[in-house]
């Protein structure tokens, strides 16, 4: 037992974070991302929402500070009418925990397919909001 580490935080997801070096990126995928076929590192987070598990990985793991965007969505396909809430959601998660505001990128779909199998893991989580996917890039802690 540690004191500090959200509990949501699984021994394997923070070996993962552990693992990742500056600039590698990691997903947080949602319930309907096909994770298992796409993931060089899987890491199931089943029965979490993306929310709280962003809210807890932001606690540990710095955003990269050297690019305009650390973050990408995943681009909503033309014509759909889905709303995405859950992105604003992030933005008051990611805005609280570093001080950026503005940090994402949109990524057309199958775009965003292709960077997550270039990901370092991607972490199957059981948010079920639409399009509700997220791709982190790890930047670097100073004065270790």
Known sequence: MLKGIPRILSPELLKI???????????LADANFPAASHARRLVRCDGHGIPELLDAILRLFPLDAYVDKPAALMQVVPGDPVETPVWGTYEAIIRDKTQRSNPFEEVERLAFYDRAKQ??????????????????????????
């Open 17 to 27: 974070l552990m693992e990742m070096g500056h600039g590698d990126e990691i997903v």
């Open 119 to 144: 990901a370092f893991a991607i972490v199957a989580t059981g948010e079920n909001a639409l399009y509700a996917n997220l791709i982190l890039k790890k930047g670097v802690i100073g004065g270790l």
